[in-house]
């Protein structure tokens, strides 16, 4: 095994929403599965806007377990993609882990993640549920249809971007802004800041749900393809959508042109009135077309620097959080 200093401290960020049942054995499991981690690790856990006896739960927790264990407690319930971007604001590791709190995902498979992502150099190691236990016709069959989509657009071939078990170099996650349903297209914004080699998959353990139910059902499908629908803008033309209005513009603004240009010979140097001809109209409209592209792209180049500049902040989402400062690094004994 390793030593610690060539494992970078981690942390690992969980999203909770009406969780309780799950807590007691996620922290057992957590404890566990990192128990000879070799490296220091803290564990942040984020409570989103649970109803139920969630948060109570946690921090009582919280005690027993001792100061590794960060808890944030968000004003209402964000959804996970926020939830987790709130952990990851507040994640001090230079790797960080994200895994979900039903313990569909095994935490024992974070060690051997790490050491693979290290191992093979990479800025995302994303899991893959080879053998997913979940609804078929729900789940299974629109995320593979999801997975094939995101690999034919993006070029990025991974079987599973929705898995939450992950790990990233905090570097680079710290870089993204997450929203809307966001979480599960992650490797599409990472590719866009890093090289599409340094993202590998690797295969995870995955069990059924134990308490509680999936917070997802067909509603919120729909609003995961129309966030894909902006994934895949984002990829194709994210980085420069003024090149994609633009280009749009500048052929509408050339077509123009060459009718106007046309109509401008007809009437100076063949001394023909073009008075009533459609051909003027189209070439006004297409001119006005034209500008109007262009100023569209200028505003979206704006809109997403500004956006990825600025990034949504989480931290006036959150109601109560443990004290950064008594936050410590748990090591294996
Ligand atoms: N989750 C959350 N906020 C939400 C919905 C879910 O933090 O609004 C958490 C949830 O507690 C779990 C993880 O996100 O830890 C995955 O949720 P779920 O198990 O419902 O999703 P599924 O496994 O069915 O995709
Ligand atoms: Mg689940």
């Known amino acids: 095994m390793s030593s ?30 990192l128990a000879n981690y070799p490296g220091a690790w803290e564990l942040i856990c984020i409570d989103d806007g649970s109803r139920d006896d969630t948060g109570r739960r946690l921090r009582a927790l919280a005690e027993c377990y001792g100061p590794h264990l960060r808890i944030i407690q968000l004003r209402r319930n964000f959804g ?15 790797l960080i882990a994200t895994l979900d709190g039903d313990l569909q995902n095994d935490p024992a498979d974070i060690p051997r993640l790490v050491a693979e992502l290290l191992a093979r150099d990479l800025d995302l190691l994303q899991g893959w549920r080879r053998h997913r236990q979940d609804d078929l016709l729900l789940r299974k ?25 992950k790990i990233y170099r905090s570097t680079v996650i710290k870089e993204i802004r997450l929203f ?29 749900r134990r308490f509680g139910q999936s ?31 633009g280009s749009i513009g500048l052929v509408f603004g050339l077509l123009g042109g060459m009718m106007m ?3 401008l010979i007809v009437k100076f140097i063949m001394g023909q009135p073009i008075g009533q001809r459609p051909l003027l109209f189209t070439a006004i409209l297409f001119i006005v077309v034209s500008i109007q592209f262009i100023t569209t792209g200028v505003l979206a180049e704006l809109m997403t620097r500004t956006l990825f500049a600025a990034g949504a902040k989480t931290h006036h989402r959150i109601r109560w959080q443990s004290d950064p400062k008594t936050a410590v690094w748990k090591v294996s004994p």
Not at 8 to 13: E, G, K, M
Not at 80 to 94: K, L, N, P, S
Not at 202 to 207: A, F, K, P, W
Request: with cysteine; net charge neutral; aromatic share 10%.
């Open 261 to 263: 240009a046309h109509l």
């Open 215 to 245: 917070k997802y059902g067909i509603s919120r499908t729909f609003r995961v393809v129309l966030d894909l629908l902006s994934a895949f803008f984002f990829l194709r033309f994210g980085a420069r959508p003024g090149h994609f209005f």
């Open 141 to 165: 069959v629109p995320s593979r249809l999801a997975n094939l989509l995101i690999g034919w657009v993006t070029g990025l071939k991974l079987h599973d971007y929705g898995c939450s078990l």
């Open 80 to 94: 996970q993609t926020a939830a987790m971007q709130a952990g990851i604001d507040a994640a001090r590791g230079e």
């Open 180 to 208: 809307g349903e966001m979480h599960r297209f992650i490797p599409v914004w990472v590719a866009g800041v890093t090289a599409p080699e340094r993202i590998g998959e690797s295969e995870v353990r995955h069990q059924p």
């Open 4 to 33: 610690p200093a060539q494992h970078p401290p981690l942390s690992v960020v969980i999203p909770l929403y009406e969780e309780a049942d799950n807590l007691e054995p996620l922290m057992a499991r957590v404890h566990e599965g």
